[in-house]
């Protein structure tokens, strides 16, 4: 299949064709949602007839809807590889973990395979989307079995196991949100139900390789339910730029971890699903796990992988990645080597220092803090911080901002720029204290990684109620709050865009005499054209906050708040 095809005919949305990559219209003014409003017509391929498929509603609130909310292109991409190739899925049992719509699982089924079992992250609106999904195509499924579960990555696979048995029922062993239930006899028996004989043969894992912290958990998935022979069908994009070496670890990850190798198949280009102009790589890759009851030293595995479209194939997974090393405070920061590597950290270091101590944070927030108490979350980043570097707007600048929520009592507040959630528990928790449970915070993350683990933080914290997280650049999301008062805006994000994004607020009309305007890192790293223009403008009344800034403790103007003035 060439590019144009690929690029231009995927699939068609109420009858027009060429709606390319499209995130779904929300349906109606009051957002109910119907999956009937979100079904696309799916071309997988000439041999193949289209499949009607419905995806969740991102609502910003529920876990992993965000990842529901499109039919994405790695999905489409395994769907048409299976409606290529059929003899891969026919007979087989097949596994779909992160599934979001199942279109993989449900071409796989049309072609033959023998069960599909379809999980995602074990919420009710998620499961029913998939099994809507498998009604709505019914007709064109084959003899096989299928079943829909709930899973979190890493956790126990008995129950995805026990799906091979034809014998058990489908909701013999769960519990309402398709998750297994607690088996008292589970922990002292073996796997004999479990046994190799009694395993998947085909695993397939679209788009979830930018999740990076839990690729580790997947992998155990994966590797628990795969019988010898077996075969995960993976496919990715670089969704986030600078972390491409944090995708491909997972095959490096597979590689050391279980004896995992890949075969490239196939990199295709296609339309990014969060905006339409742009082509970006696809990465499609098979790996496969063979021992055949044999050691791993007596099986020859093979693992390889395309690295850009229409080149020639490349080993990436045969060595191991270089690693960076890790940017943590020194016992004595200067202020221009705080981390003391004896130098400035390349933007290539920074980047990975951001996420994976964004990662490691929630990881320390997970073992160490009370859950649904915000107030110990805090305390717990504020000492994972105290020995690595964070960019939360900490304690000093953050009791400052605390004290103009405490004036204002905003029933609407908003965010740009949330990183590991922070600032969002912090504050949140705060304008629930003080303007009730009425309230509300919006928190806009660029980063997918990012929003996802705010989303956990925001969960660990107990506000999941009171906070929804959108994904993407503000100047795309913010009309979400029009019609809304915001009391109080807190922006922390690309300083580059402080400005364009300070007259989005203010053309959006979601301001009212009295708002706020809360933004940090004014003058370091700086946002020389947001000060001047809200410290000139005869809307606000703007004043600096002079505080001790960074590792060095440097006193600076750096946090502005600004009051509209109408």
């Known amino acids: 299949m060439d590019e144009d095809n690929v690029v231009g005919a995927l699939f068609e949305q109420n009858g027009e064709d060429n709606v390319v990559g499209a995130l779904f219209e929300q349906n109606g003014e009051d957002n109910v949602y119907d999956p009937e409003d979100f079904v696309q017509e799916l071309d997988v391929g000439d041999c193949a007839p289209r499949f009607r498929i419905s995806v969740v509603d991102d609502d910003g609130a529920i876990p992993g809807s965000l990842f529901a909310c499109a039919v994405w292109n790695g999905a489409r991409f395994i769907a048409m590889h299976f409606a290529k190739h059929p003899e891969l899925v026919k007979g ?148 986030v730029p600078g972390h491409e070496k944090n995708d491909l670890s997972f095959f490096t990850k597979a590689k050391q971890l279980y ?103 929630l990881e320390y927030v997970k073992q160490h803090a009370e859950r649904g108490n915000p107030t110990s979350v805090i305390a717990t980043i504020d000492e994972f911080a105290s020995t690595n570097h964070m960019m939360n707007i900490g304690e000093v600048k953050g009791s400052v901002i605390d004290e103009e929520i405490r004036k204002k009592k905003p029933l609407v507040m908003a965010e740009l720029g949330a990183y590991t959630g922070y600032s969002t528990v912090r504050f949140a928790s705060l304008q629930r204290e003080v303007a009730g449970k009425d309230s509300h915070y919006f928190s806009f993350e660029f980063s997918p990684v990012f929003a996802a683990r705010v989303r956990e933080m925001v969960e660990l914290a107990g506000l999941t109620d009171q906070v929804t997280v959108y994904v993407g650049a503000f100047s795309e999301q913010y009309e979400v709050l029009r019609g809304k008062t915001v009391d109080m805006y807190f922006i922390d994000h690309e300083k580059s865009v402080y400005l364009s994004d300070l007259k989005l607020i203010i053309g959006s009309e979601t301001l009212a005499p009295g708002s706020v305007i809360a933004a940090d890192n004014v ?24 505080i001790h800034c960074g590792h060095d403790r440097k006193l600076l103007p750096d946090l502005s708040i600004a009051t509209f003035r109408g």
């Open 92 to 239: 087989r049992r097949v596994v779909e973990f992160g599934a979001a719509s199942a279109l993989p699982s449900i071409v796989a089924l049309h072609f033959g395979a023998e069960v599909a079992v379809m999980t995602d992250y074990p919420n009710d609106l998620l499961l029913k989307n998939i099994e809507t999904n498998i009604k709505r195509n019914e007709h064109l499924l084959g003899s096989g079995r299928h079943e829909v579960r709930g899973h979190l990555w890493g956790s126990e696979t008995r129950g995805l196991l026990r799906c091979l048995d034809a014998s058990e029922s489908a909701s013999e062993a769960l519990d309402t949100t398709g998750k297994e239930r607690a088996d008292p006899e589970a922990e002292s028996a073996d796997t004999a139900d479990c046994s190799t004989k009694n395993r998947f043969d085909v695993a397939v894992v679209a788009e979830c390789l930018w999740l990076h912290h839990l690729h580790e958990d997947l992998l155990k998935s994966i590797n628990s339910c795969l019988a010898p022979g077996g075969k995960t069908f993976v496919s990715f994009a670089h969704h």
């Open 523 to 546: 003058v370091r790293p700086g946002a020389p054209d947001y000060l001047e223009f809200i410290e000139n403008s005869p809307q606000f009344s703007a004043v600096r906050h002079t």
């Open 259 to 361: 004896g995992f190798d890949a075969v490239h198949l196939d990199t295709l280009a296609s339309p990014h699903v969060f905006s339409p102009d742009l082509l970006v790589d696809q990465y499609f890759l098979c790996s496969g796990y063979f021992d055949n009851h044999d050691s791993l030293e007596d099986t020859p595995l093979r693992f390889a992988a395309g690295r850009a479209p229409y080149e020639s194939h490349l080993p990436i997974c045969t060595g191991t990645r270089t690693a960076h090393k890790p940017l943590k405070m020194s016992s004595s920061p200067k202020s221009d080597d705080p981390w003391g590597l004896g130098r400035k950290p390349t933007k290539e270091e920074i980047r990975h220092w951001a996420d994976e101590n964004s990662a490691k944070c």
